[in-house]
Nanobody, 122 residues
Framework: VQLQASGGGLVQAGGSLRLSCVASGRTFSSYGVGWFRQALGKEREFVAT???????TYSDSVKGRFTISRDNAKNTVYLQMNTLKPEDTAVYYC???WGNGNFIIAAKYDYWGQGTQVTVSS
C-alpha cells in the first residue's frame, strides 16, 4: 500500500488543521493506520492510531485535542487537530500495518507516507 499525507500548513496557536492520509490499494479497510510526528532535532513520536475495526488510541499529549477517523470508501484516514500549540510543530507522517493491532511503536508499521509539515506560531 502507498500512502500520501497532506493538509499541513502554518496556523496560529489555538487554530485547527485537518490532515489527510490517502492510501492506494483495494484492501485499505484491512489496515491499521497511525499518525506520527517528528519535530526538528527530536525523535519520531506516536500521535494517534486507528484500527481497521475503528478503535483508536491517542498519545497523552494530543488526547482531547486531536481526533483520528477513517473513511474506508475513500481510502482515507484523517487527523483533525484542534487547539493547536507551538509544541505541535513537526512533520507529520501517516503509516499503516496489515491487521487489527493497536500499535504505538513506529517499528510495527510497514508502510509510510512522505510527511506533511505542520507549523504552529505563538
Amino acid at each position: 500500500v502507498q500512502l500520501q499525507a497532506s493538509g499541513g500548513g502554518l496556523v496560529q496557536a489555538g487554530g485547527s488543521l485537518r490532515l489527510s492520509c490517502v492510501a492506494s490499494g483495494r484492501t485499505f479497510s484491512s489496515y491499521g493506520v497511525g499518525w506520527f510526528r517528528q519535530a526538528l532535532g527530536k525523535e519520531r513520536e506516536f500521535v494517534a492510531t486507528i484500527r481497521r475495526s475503528g478503535g483508536y488510541t491517542y498519545s497523552d499529549s494530543v488526547k482531547g485535542r486531536f481526533t483520528i477517523s477513517r473513511d474506508n470508501a475513500k481510502n482515507t484516514v484523517y487527523l483533525q487537530m484542534n487547539t493547536l500549540k507551538p509544541e505541535d510543530t513537526a512533520v507529520y507522517y501517516c503509516a499503516a500495518f496489515w491487521g487489527n493491532g493497536n500499535f504505538i511503536i513506529a517499528a510495527k508499521y510497514d508502510y509510510w507516507g512522505q510527511g506533511t509539515q505542520v507549523t504552529v506560531s505563538s
